[in-house]
């Protein structure tokens, strides 16, 4: 009969640690989000203040450490971003491009989708005094820079990136 009379005891006990591992678990998860905020927001401090290298190793870090959060998505994002302001535009691309191959649906797509097209409008040749003229060039990235702008002002029609997306065409 003892035996009998353990075993709620034990099951209450049982339920009572799991209760408390549960708590512990969100409690680390909530740690867990706050820290890869904070390391997103060091890297984002550093993008800002233009200070290109420290940026990349600030978001760098945020995907190693971090990669299980939704911080770690937006840094290798604003990897790409970098890249784009160091004017490496051709790397730029890839990486925006690499970005919504595995975040499609993200709220940001649309600023991938439109950096894309910033892109290639940046990588459009221009007139300068010591090089043929830029009819006399390759103009494959004009081409290109025309298809993106095109697709984004189609799929994107009410966005803010929208008005200087029409400007490129001006």
Excluded: N
Excluded at 8 to 35: F, K, M, N, W
Excluded at 49 to 72: H, L
Excluded at 157 to 167: I, K, N, T
């Amino acid at each position: 009969m003892s035996g009998l009379r353990a075993f709620p005891i034990a099951l209450a006990l049982l339920s009572s640690v799991s209760a408390c591992a549960g708590t512990q678990s969100a409690r680390g998860s909530l740690h867990y989000s706050d820290e890869a905020q904070a390391a997103y927001k060091r890297g984002m401090d550093r993008f800002r203040d233009e200070e290109w290298p420290e940026a990349t190793e600030a978001f760098r870090a945020v995907q190693r450490e971090y990669s299980a959060s939704r911080y770690a998505t937006l840094a290798e994002l604003r990897l790409a971003d970098v890249m784009f302001r160091q004017e490496t535009y051709t790397e730029a691309l890839a990486a925006y491009r690499a970005w919504l191959r595995y975040h499609p649906s993200s709220d940001e797509s649309v600023h991938a989708h439109f950096m894309i097209a910033h892109c290639y409008v940046k990588q459009m040749p221009d007139d300068w005094l010591l090089v043929p003229p830029s009819f006399e060039r390759d103009l494959s990235s004009v081409h290109d820079a025309e298809g993106a702008l095109s697709r984004f002002i189609r799929d994107y029609p009410e966005v803010s990136q929208l008005v200087e997306a029409r400007c490129f065409f001006g």
